[in-house]
Every structure is written in structure tokens, then in C-alpha cells.
């Protein structure tokens, strides 16, 4: 700044003034040493006379800071209607970029919340065909045993338990977790203590599950409850700031939710009389001190070629083993649509700048007598430059503050709506480094729209205001060129948002677009899972669902009822047919179903027929994707393929065909599936119960509940809820992504047409002479709103065809978020276009159309 270079001056001076005061000194017959003492004893303290004059300088300069400052406060008092409008601008900018940057930085950047987290590491068996991952328990074992690299290793397993206690029973979500796992995420028990091995009868609560059920009641410790029918004790209680954030693994049907339990894991030496490819873990461990993650994987990739050695069961030949960061595959799957996200919010905020930048430029415009005159009477230009970048920063640090309590309320409202959308979502919160951010951010686009007005009044000189006519000077004319141009970029910003939430909206119609007969908004959905030596055999379980399944029909308004057991998959083999490469076997999931489940679910036969409840062979009905990636165009009736039913000596006849139907997961492709009668099927203990009805199946659901509950109170029915509610809960990420990019859209448009009618009335309002004129020598009023239109339409086709060509490629970045919708969508790219067009048009025409009712007296007289 410049009082430093004066104080170098100064010092320059000083030292000068010292040296002049020795030479004397010396000519009056001092020895040097002498001299320079007297002389500087003389001076005095050289730093103390720099400090005070520099507090002499630096006065004024904060004095006139403050004058700025106070100036500014005054004059947006005196005008409420244009700081209300800006205020609102900025806390729409503001705040909408602090509610992402809220959920970016506790999602990607923050560390995970256990102890060393840059330590944590995630073990899997990757099938690249697939798309999937997992760990057999065996493996895991002798992970344990033979690895160095790493202090513990853990492993989970995501299960969903029917708990009873005190009379209520109900489906929770649980880990099963090997003993490590404590270690590893530093946890302590608020109450009692933690398992510590494998295999026993205990139970530790997480802490809103101990205080929703249990009502912080300390003698829970010790009770016991029933577990899938088995007591075990509960043993402790995890404090409340304990949160469970692995990631959950590529398996179907396993969804991410609150963890309320946590078992201790089945899987110990014993378990390796497993085959190796049946047991389904996630694994994480824990680097030793000074390990890198280069050599844990270099080791762990000896050990699994050993293993694949002891075994060559041809497993091995069909995964990769996987070592990497936990946090970075925690974040595999929302990384990229955050930054998506990320990158759209900050294109509001740019809007957001540009509408200030032409509100101050239009603002200034109507004050150059004003500025004039105050450089007339010795105000520099510096000065004017403090002048209106005080008033950019006052802006916007009030609507910084606006848009905190903005950010505020979105992030509430984030989490309210979509829990467990995102990962750690529920940890977001506003903490000090997002109140830096937030800070940052106002200061820096008060900084921006601040300096435009500064820069447009210093190309042109200041004293050509005060001449008569001065308003239509050539800057004005350039003026109003910065203004086009900033409401162009404006627009061309919004077609980038417009397009990418229209491609959001056109993926969830296709994923929402049922096939005739199958209609959700009719069916409930309901669970019931059996344990104890009662249900030990088939025949006794499938007595049981004959059961259930008459007493639901019984229920009135009920028109159909259907079972389906918790899904299997298993590589596909068909009878005759040479098996498939190593790596190439497609895989599909096999469901044990029964005969109401057809019209229950509402899926639609093409070919043969549907099982029945008491098919005397072996039978199997396909879907599309089965037949056409197995059998191509030949006909499958009558195949034979293998099952996972050892009752069926794994082959069944191929009977019927039915269309794919998207009925479990809204985004997912149909895969090939295959439906067996469930009385030959050995995985019955766990069902899911379809019921379709007449009226709303909400209010017909608790009856059906209730009878099926009478045919065993023991196991009662429980996840209760239609089949739309269970279809919207699937997307909840893709739902979530669509109501902040909608949202973003929505306020970019809304600001761009802002802009847009803020431009062309102000150009409306700085013709009105000439347009006086026009009307005069005999203009119609027609010709006035086409003149009006054809200079607004430009700057929007302008914009347009900007954001239509950067759109062209940063939608290609959405690729991840689409579902059955290319990034380059022409007729979304076209309807789009169009609305906008017409939607600036509406926003020009009240200017137009003002313009056009001008009085031709009036006008000529305007100044």
C-alpha cells in the first residue's frame, strides 16, 4: 500500500539526516565511534518515530474506511426496495453454495470419525463382470493369520433380525461384526461393556435404539431379549456419538439404514469348512504404524495367490482382490454427482453476481452527477474505488448472513427429507470451517459485482457527466453492452441447469413408467421370517405359508395374495448347453414364489404358463432378460436349467416366460431372474408377503397383519408398507439429487429472468426520448414492442446458444445420475430451449409493452 512506501521514504530520510548529523560530529573533532553515539542519542529510538508516524498515517486511511462504510450503510437505508432485492439475490447465491459445501465437506473432506482414520483400509473380492464385491470366510481367516501389514482386520455383515422384547417384536438392522471391529473404530460402551468374541449369545444396542426402546433405562444391561427366536443378552450400550459408516457392499436387496444392533459374527476357524466361494463378508483393517498402502497390497496379493494355489477351484480366476482407503470407497458412488452438484450451485452464485453486478452498474448509471461531483470537489479515483467496493461488501456480507440461515434451514431440511441418502449425511452441520467458506465467499463476490461500477465510471472521464446531455454519452452506450453481456452469461448458465434438471426429470419418468397391470399404488408389501425347531423341515415351513396365504385372502378388499423368499443368486447352466468360460457365466437371482404371486405383483405372462402350488416336477419360469441373453431368439420352453434347489437335484423345466418388471429397485436394468414354486424350495424362512387390493392398501394392511399374526403369534408380521412407498424409498440418492439440481435450476431461472427484464426496462427507460421520437414521425405502437423484443431476444439467443454448446459437454459428467437417458438428449435439449425462450420473452414483454403505451409528448420532453 502506499503509507508503506512512504515509511521507506521516511526511513531513507532519517538514516540520511543521521549520517549528516555524524559528518558534523566528526568535523567538530569527535572520534567516529563517538560520533555516531551522539548523533544517534540525538535522534532518539529511529523505531519508535516510524511507528508513530505511521499511526499518524494509517488514521486517516481507517477514518476514511469508516466514512465508506457508513456511507454506504446510508445509502442502501435510503433505498430498501434495491438492498431488499440484492440481499435476497446474494442469500439465494450465498447459501445455496454453503448447504453443498456443508455436505461436501463432511462427506468428502472431513476424516472419518474413528481414531487414525487415514490408517482404515477396505478389503474385498472384486468380480469385474459382475460389478460386485465380496469376501468368503475363509479368506478371511487366513487373512488374520497370514498378513503383517496390518494391525486388525475386521470384517461385517449387514443382517435385518426380527427382535422381541417385551411383548413387541419387529425388524431392525443389525451387524454382525467379528470382535476387531471395536479396536478398530475406538468404540467404548456407555453402558456395560462390548463383546469380545465370536459365536456368543450377546447383543450391544446403539444408543437411539436404547432410547427409543428402552427409555435410557440403565437395567437393560443384562436382560434378555429374543433374537430370530434365540435369547441372548444385552450386554452394552454404544454411546450416542458412535456412528457405523462402512460402506455397504454390491450385494441385492441390502440398502443402507440406521444401524440399531450389533451380533457378534458366526465366522471363526470352524467356519472353513465352508466352500470358499459361499460365505459374504465386508472387511476392513487397520494399517500398522509406518505401513503404506503399497506394501499392505503387494502383501495381500502374495497371500491370495497362495490361497488360490491351495485351492484351484477356478474361484480365484474370477476376482480381483481389492485394497484401498475406506473413505475413498465409502465415497465410490457419491463423489462424482456431489461434485455435479457442487458445480451447478456455483453457476447460481455466478448468476447471482452477474444480476448484482448489473444492478450496481444500472444503480451507478442513474449517480454519475453524484460521482461527478464528488470527483469535481477532489474525491481520486482510489476513493471512488473504496467508495463502491464498501457498499459490494456490505451487500454482501448481509446477504452472506442471509444465506447462513438459508443453508441453515436447507440443510434441515436435507436431512429431514433423505436421511440416508448419502453417507455421513447426518453428521452435516455447519462448523467453522464452513463459516470461513461462507465469509469468503461474500467478501469475494462483493469484491466482483463491486468492481464493475468502478471500472465502467473509469473509462470514460467523469467531468463529461456534468455537460449538458451527458446521459447519452458513448458510455452509457458501453454501459449498457457490459449489462447485455453480463444477462447473457446469465442465461447461458441456466440453459447449463435447465437441461441438466431436465435430464433428471425424463430419468425418473422412465424409471416410474410401469408396464400395464402393474400398479404399485395397490399393493402392500409385508415380511415375516420363521425360527425355532417348529419350522426346522420344508414341509413345515410350506404348511405355514399355505397358511398365511389362506388367511390373507380372507381379508375383504384383498383380490390377491403372493409370496416371494429372499433372493438367491447363482451362475446360470442350461442342460445340453456347453458351460460357459471361466469369468463369462452370466448369474441370475432365483426367487421361490407362489402361484398368486403372478397376479399379486401384477407381472404379465408372454409365453406358457406360471407354477402352481403343487407342480409334481421340477419347474421354472424366466423373465425376458433371462431368455434373450441365454436363449437369443430360440424358443426355452421345455429347457432345462440349474437351480440352487437341492430338492430339485438342480435342473427344472423351463414353462413360462414373463416380461421384466422392475418391481424391488426403481434405477436398476432388469437382470435375468427365475421364479420357482416355493413348496420345493429350502430357503423359506424368511418371505416376502404381496398383497393386492381393491382400495387403498394402507387401510387394508393392518387386517391382513392381524390375521396372519393369528396363524403363529410367535412370528409376527412386520416391515409393513405399500409397494410405492417401498419403489420411492430405492431412489432416495437419485431423489435427493433431483430436488437440489431442481432447485439450483429453479433459482437460476428465476434470476436470469430478473436479469433479463431488469436490462431491457432500464434499456426501455434510457430510450424513452428517442422512442418519442420514432412515435412522432409515426412509429406504431407495434413497431415500438417488436424494436423492444428483437434487442432482448438477441441477448437471449445469444445466451442460449452458449449454454446449448457448453451443455453439449458438461452433461456428459452426469452420466452417473442418468437412468435410461443419454447426456446429449435432443428433445430435452429442445424443450429446454424452448421454455426458456418463452419464459424471457413473458419477462420482456411488460417493458415492451410500457415502451409502447409512452406518450410521444412526454418522451420528447424526458431528460
Not at 763 to 777: F, N, P
Request: positive net charge; contains cysteine; glycine residues 8%.
Amino acid at each position: 500500500m502506499r503509507w508503506r512506501s512512504h515509511l521507506s521514504d521516511l526511513t531513507r530520510d532519517m538514516q540520511d539526516h543521521i549520517e549528516e548529523e555524524i559528518r558534523d560530529n566528526i568535523a567538530r573533532g569527535l572520534p567516529p565511534d563517538e560520533a555516531r553515539y551522539a548523533a544517534l542519542r540525538k535522534f532518539g529510538n529511529m523505531t519508535r518515530h516510524r511507528e508513530d508516524t505511521r499511526a499518524v498515517w494509517i488514521q486517516p486511511l481507517l477514518e476514511q474506511f469508516a466514512q465508506d462504510a457508513r456511507y454506504g450503510l446510508r445509502t442502501l437505508r435510503r433505498n430498501p426496495a434495491f438492498t431488499l432485492v440484492a440481499i435476497i439475490t446474494l442469500a439465494l447465491g450465498i447459501g445455496m453454495n454453503t448447504a453443498v459445501f456443508s455436505i461436501v465437506n463432511t462427506v468428502l473432506i472431513e476424516p472419518l470419525p474413528y481414531p487414525d482414520p487415514q490408517r482404515l483400509v477396505w478389503l474385498a473380492e472384486w468380480n469385474e463382470r459382475f460389478k460386485m464385491e465380496a469376501v468368503a470366510g475363509p479368506d478371511f481367516i487366513d487373512w488374520q493369520k497370514q498378513a503383517h501389514s496390518f494391525e486388525k482386520i475386521a470384517s461385517y455383515e449387514y443382517v435385518d433380525p426380527v427382535i422381541e422384547f417385551g411383548g413387541n417384536s419387529d425388524q431392525h438392522r443389525a451387524v454382525e461384526i467379528s470382535p476387531e471391529f471395536w479396536s478398530i473404530s475406538g468404540a467404548h460402551p456407555a453402558l456395560g461393556k462390548l463383546f469380545t468374541a465370536a459365536g456368543q449369545d450377546e447383543i450391544v444396542l446403539s444408543y437411539p435404539f436404547f432410547e427409543r426402546q428402552f427409555g435410557h433405562d440403565p437395567r437393560v444391561i443384562g436382560k434378555l431379549i429374543t433374537l430370530q427366536g434365540h435369547p441372548v443378552t444385552i450386554v452394552g450400550v454404544l454411546p450416542k456419538t458412535f456412528r457405523f459408516v462402512p460402506p455397504v457392499a454390491g450385494f441385492p436387496g441390502i440398502e443402507p439404514k440406521e444401524i440399531d444392533a450389533y451380533i457378534p459374527s458366526a465366522v471363526s476357524p470352524a467356519s472353513q469348512i465352508r466352500g470358499r466361494n459361499m460365505a459374504i463378508l465386508n472387511v476392513v483393517a487397520k494399517l500398522g504404524p509406518n505401513v503404506s498402502i503399497d506394501a499392505a497390497r503387494t502383501e495381500m496379493n502374495a497371500i491370495q495367490a497362495r490361497i488360490a494355489r491351495q485351492n484351484p477351484n477356478g474361484f480365484y480366476n474370477l476376482v480381483q482382490l481389492r485394497v484401498q482407503p475406506l473413505q475413498e470407497r465409502l465415497m465410490a458412488r457419491d463423489r462424482r454427482p456431489l461434485l455435479v452438484l457442487l458445480t451447478a450451485v456455483s453457476f447460481v452464485l455466478l448468476i447471482a453476481c452477474a444480476n448484482m453486478a448489473n444492478l450496481l452498474l444500472a444503480r451507478a448509471a442513474s449517480r454519475q452527477k453524484e460521482i461527478a461531483i464528488r470527483a469535481a470537489i477532489g474525491a481520486g479515483r482510489a476513493r471512488l474505488l473504496r467508495q463502491f467496493l464498501a457498499e459490494g461488501v456490505l451487500l454482501s456480507l448481509l446477504g452472506g448472513v442471509a444465506g447462513l440461515a438459508l443453508a441453515r434451514w436447507a440443510i434441515a431440511l436435507i436431512i429431514r427429507l433423505s436421511p440416508q441418502a448419502i453417507p455421513r449425511l447426518n453428521e452435516v452441520h455447519i462448523d467453522t470451517q464452513v463459516l470461513l467458506f461462507t465469509l469468503g465467499l461474500s467478501l469475494t463476490t462483493g469484491i466482483l459485482f463491486g468492481l464493475s461500477p468502478a471500472i465502467s465510471f473509469s473509462k470514460h472521464e467523469l467531468h463529461d457527466v456534468l455537460k449538458e446531455g451527458g446521459r447519452t454519452s458513448s458510455a452509457a452506450a458501453a454501459g449498457g453492452r457490459v449489462r447485455a453481456a453480463l444477462v447473457a452469461i446469465e442465461m447461458a448458465l441456466a440453459v447449463i441447469l435447465l437441461i441438466s434438471a431436465g435430464l433428471m426429470v425424463k430419468s425418473f419418468w422412465r424409471m416410474n413408467t410401469h408396464p400395464a397391470g402393474f400398479d404399485p399404488e395397490k399393493i402392500s408389501v409385508m415380511k415375516v421370517s420363521l425360527s425355532g425347531r417348529d419350522y426346522a423341515t420344508l414341509a413345515a415351513q410350506a404348511t405355514y405359508m399355505d397358511r398365511i396365504l389362506d388367511r390373507a385372502a380372507s381379508v375383504p378388499g384383498v383380490t390377491a395374495v403372493g409370496i416371494e423368499n429372499a433372493p438367491v443368486r447363482g451362475v446360470i447352466g442350461v442342460e445340453g448347453q456347453p458351460p460357459f468360460s471361466p469369468g463369462q457365466a452370466p448369474q441370475a437371482t432365483y426367487y421361490s414364489v407362489s402361484a398368486g404371486y403372478l397376479r399379486a405383483i401384477g407381472m404379465a405372462l408372454q409365453k406358457g404358463r406360471w407354477v402352481t402350488d403343487n407342480e409334481r416336477n421340477a419347474v421354472a419360469v424366466i423373465n425376458e432378460s433371462f431368455a434373450r441373453r441365454v436363449f437369443g431368439s430360440n424358443d426355452p420352453i421345455g429347457r432345462r436349467i440349474r437351480t440352487p434347489s437341492p430338492q430339485d437335484a438342480s435342473m427344472a423345466t423351463i414353462v413360462g416366460v414373463v416380461a421384466n418388471l422392475r418391481y424391488s429397485k426403481l434405477d436398476a436394468e432388469p437382470e435375468p431372474e427365475t421364479y420357482l414354486p416355493y413348496r420345493r424350495s429350502p430357503f423359506l424362512r424368511s418371505v416376502d408377503i404381496v398383497v393386492r387390493t381393491i382400495g387403498d392398501p394402507a387401510a387394508i394392511a393392518p387386517a391382513v397383519r392381524k390375521q396372519i399374526s393369528t396363524v403363529d403369534s410367535r412370528h409376527p408380521v412386520f416391515g409393513v408398507k405399500t409397494l410405492e412407498q417401498a419403489l420411492s424409498e430405492s431412489i432416495v440418492p437419485r431423489r435427493l439429487n433431483l430436488f437440489l439440481l431442481g432447485s439450483f435450476a429453479f433459482a437460476a431461472l428465476f434470476m436470469a429472468l430478473i436479469g433479463i427484464y431488469g436490462v431491457i426496462a432500464y434499456s426501455v427507460t434510457q430510450r424513452t426520448h428517442e422512442i418519442g421520437v420514432r412515435m412522432t414521425l409515426g412509429a406504431q405502437r407495434a413497431g415500438v414492442v417488436r424494436i423492444v423484443l428483437r434487442d432482448g431476444l438477441a441477448i437471449a439467443f445469444v445466451g442460449v446458444i452458449v449454454g446449448l454448446i457448453a451443455s453439449f459437454g458438461l452433461t456428459r459428467w452426469m452420466v452417473s445420475m442418468l437412468f435410461d437417458v443419454q447426456p446429449v438428449d435432443l428433445p430435452t435439449f429442445a424443450i429446454v430451449t424452448s421454455a426458456l425462450m418463452l419464459t424471457a420473452s413473458l419477462a420482456m414483454g411488460i417493458p415492451a409493452l410500457r415502451a409502447a403505451l409512452v406518450d410521444p409528448m412526454i418522451a420528447l420532453r424526458y431528460e
